[in-house]
């Protein structure tokens, strides 16, 4: 199992097995908050793991029996829980596609950021995004910069996240390494 060392480590029931010889090639940046732009609440890691209650939240009610994960989670706080093994396929991406090649569960990692397309990202938060993605690039080489995309980049029209308050130029100066 392929897991970073810095997160804490809680298994979802939603993946499976990534196709086989499948590289791992390919980095999303999506953000989340549940409910919706609420932090600090349990919901992510609830819907996660297949266990939010719809009775918690209004919002809960339309969401419930998403079957959905992501690779890791980076809260406010720039703590970093992982959900799937990296060399598993986590169900974060759905309906995508990346230069002409659908899929994208197939072949990429899921990072979510804790926030909203419109309010800024924390300092934690780009810290550990930047710690996480030196281990991710180490470990899947076919990582570069140009294969890291938001999920608005591999599913137009239907998401817009990280969104407009997630600074690209900060997080890439720091993945290149100048900053």
Known sequence: MVLYNNARYTSSPHF???????????LVIHNISLPPSQFGTPGIRQLFTGTLNPEEHPFYKE????????????????????FVPFEQRAWHAGVSSFQGRSRCNDYAIGIELEGTDTL??????YK?????????TRHYPRITLGRIVGHNDIAPGRKTDPGEAFDWARYRMRVAGLS
Do not use: K, M, N
């Not at 800024?120 to 938060?125: G, R, S, V, Y």
């Open 63 to 82: 969401i419930a029996g998403l079957r959905v994960s992501a690779h890791c989670v980076i809260y406010r706080t720039g703590e970093i829980e992982q």
């Open 128 to 136: 550990a995004l930047g710690e996480l993605t030196e281990f991710i």
């Open 120 to 125: 800024p990202f924390t300092d934690a938060q």
């Open 16 to 26: 499976d097995a990534r196709p086989d010889g499948t590289d791992v090639s390919l």
